[in-house]
C-alpha cells in the first residue's frame, strides 16, 4: 500500500486506551494509516485569532494526525453555514432549509484553500490522497492547482441531491467540475451515483462510458459505488464486553418484561425523528392492547446547536414526545423515554441488544449505520426486528428488514405491529440474511475497495463481491 493521506473536516485519531471509542469509519481509517505509515489531516475543532497554517502532528497507538486551527469566520462560514446550512439541507433534499449566502460560498472556498496550501508541503509524489465529504469537494481542484499530481479520490458520505434540486445551489456548476480534479469518486448508492451522473451528462454534457469512467473538459475520472459498512467483528465483540453486558442487563430490567423498541441517532431533521414519534403515536392510537407493554427509547444526541434549524427540531422533539407521553402516559408507564445524550459505544452495544426493534427511519441518509450496528449486537437465537426506511442507503443491502415509508405514519405503525409479533423462526431468517452481508460488506472491505480504485485498481481486486459494486452503466 503506498502511503495513505486521509483528509476530513475533523479528526478522530485514537486515544491513548485505543479504539474503545472510535467510530466504526476511524477504526478502519487507523488501521490503513498505520499500516501505510499514513497522514491523517483535518481541522482540529479550535478557533484561532488568525489563521496561521500551523500544523500541530500527534501520533497516538500508531496513527499521525495532522490538524490546523480555524478563524472564528471560517467557522462560521465554512463549516456552520456552507457546509451545515447550504450543502447539508440541499444534499438532503431539504431545499426549504438551505441558505445560500455568498459570504458562506467565499468561507468554503477560502478554507479548501487554506486545506490545499498548508497540506501540499506534506504530500509527497508517490502517496494516495483521500479526501472525505462535503465539506472539501474543491479541495482536490485546489491540490492539483498546487503541483499536486498524485492519485487522488473524493468519497461523499451522504447523498448526491438530484439534478433539479442541485440546480438551486448558485455555484453548482463549479462544485461539480471540481470534482474532476479527482481520480475516483465514491458514493454508497446507485441512486447518489445516478444522479450524479445525470447531472454530469444534462448540465456538463459529460460523456459516461460503460466502466463508469467520466470524461469532462479533457479529465477522465471513474465514478464508483462504495458502500461503508461497520467494523462488524469490533461490534461483535463490543456487545460481549462487560460494559454492554452490564448496560443489556440494566435495560432488560428496567423494562419490567416490556418490550423495547429503540431510535439512535444525532439529533438531525435528516433522521426523521419528528415522523419517528408520530408513527409511534399512530400505532399506540390503533393498538390500545400494547399499552404499558412496549415503550420506544429514543437516543439522540444534540449535534450543530449552533445552527437554528438544529435548534428548532429540539423544541419541536421536546414538545413531541411531551405531548405524546402526556397523552398515554400512567403513574407506571412512560411510552417514550427520549434521552438527548450519547453513549459510550459499548453500551450503545447492549442497548441495542436488549431492543427487541431497531428503527431506523430516516427521511434521507447517505448509507446509515446504526442500522448495522443494530444487527451486529443481535442475540442470534433471538434477535430482535430492523425496521428500515426506504430512503437510507443501507436499504440497498438490506432488503430482508421490513422496510418502511418514513412519511407514512401508518407505514410506520404497521411496521411496528408486524414487528412486535413476529415469530421468532422469522426473526431468524431475517436476521441471519442482514448479518450476512454485515459482515461480508464490512467497513475494512469498503476501505479496501475504495483505496484500491483511487490506486486505479478496481473494486472486485480488493476481495469485493462485485455484483452490486463497480463501475455505473
Ligand atoms: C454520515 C452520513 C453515513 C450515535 N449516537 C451515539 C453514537 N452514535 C454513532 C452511531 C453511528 C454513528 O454515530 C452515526 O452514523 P450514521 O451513519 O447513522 O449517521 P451520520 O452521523 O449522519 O453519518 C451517514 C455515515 O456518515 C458514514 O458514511 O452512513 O449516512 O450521514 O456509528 O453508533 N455513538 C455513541 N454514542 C451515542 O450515543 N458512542
Known sequence: MN????????????????????????????????????????W??????????QIQFQKAAGVTTATID???????????????????????YRIDLAEFQRGFAGGYERVNARFADTLTPLVTPEDVVWVNDYHLIPLGRELRNRGCANRMGFFLHIPWPPMRLLLSLPSHRELVESLFAYDVIGFHTRD?????????????????????????????????????????QEFIAATQSEAAVRMQETMERSAGGRQMIVGV????????????????????????????????????????????????????????????????????????????KGYPRDQLAGIYRAAKVGL?????????????????????????????????????????ALLVNPYSAEDVADALSVALAMPREERIRRWRALMEGVCREDVMWWLRCFVTSIEGGECGDAGAPDQELGAAA
Open 3 to 42: 502511503r495513505l493521506i486521509v483528509v476530513s473536516n475533523r479528526v478522530q485519531p485514537p486515544s491513548g486506551q485505543g479504539t474503545a471509542n472510535q467510530g466504526g469509519l476511524a477504526v478502519a481509517l487507523s488501521a490503513a494509516l498505520r499500516e501505510s505509515n499514513g497522514v491523517w489531516f483535518g
Open 44 to 53: 482540529s475543532g479550535e478557533e484561532t485569532e488568525t489563521f496561521t497554517g
Open 70 to 92: 480555524l478563524e472564528n469566520q471560517d467557522i462560521e462560514e465554512y463549516y456552520n453555514g456552507y457546509a451545515n446550512r447550504t450543502l447539508w439541507p440541499l444534499f438532503h
Open 192 to 232: 447518489w451515483l445516478d444522479s450524479f451522473l445525470h447531472y454530469a451528462r444534462e448540465q456538463l454534457e459529460a460523456e459516461v462510458a460503460e466502466d463508469g469512467t467520466v470524461r469532462y473538459a479533457g479529465r477522465s475520472l471513474r465514478a464508483i459505488v462504495c458502500p461503508i459498512g461497520i467494523d462488524s
Open 265 to 340: 441517532d444525532r439529533l438531525d431533521y435528516s433522521k426523521g425523528l419528528q415522523e419517528r414519534f408520530l408513527g409511534y403515536e399512530r400505532f399506540l392510537a390503533s393498538n390500545a392492547d400494547q399499552h404499558q407493554k412496549v415503550f420506544l427509547l429514543q437516543i439522540a444526541p444534540p449535534s450543530r446547536g449552533e445552527v437554528q434549524s438544529y435548534q428548532e427540531i429540539r423544541a419541536s422533539l421536546d414538545a413531541l414526545s411531551g405531548r405524546i407521553n402526556g397523552e398515554y402516559a400512567s403513574a407506571e408507564w412512560v411510552p417514550i423515554r427520549y434521552v438527548n
Open 360 to 400: 431506523v427511519t430516516p427521511l434521507r441518509d447517505g448509507m446509515n449505520l446504526v442500522a448495522k450496528e443494530y444487527i451486529a449486537a443481535q442475540d442470534p437465537e433471538d434477535p430482535g426486528v430492523l425496521i428500515l426506511s426506504h430512503f437510507a442507503g443501507a436499504a440497498a443491502q438490506m432488503s430482508e
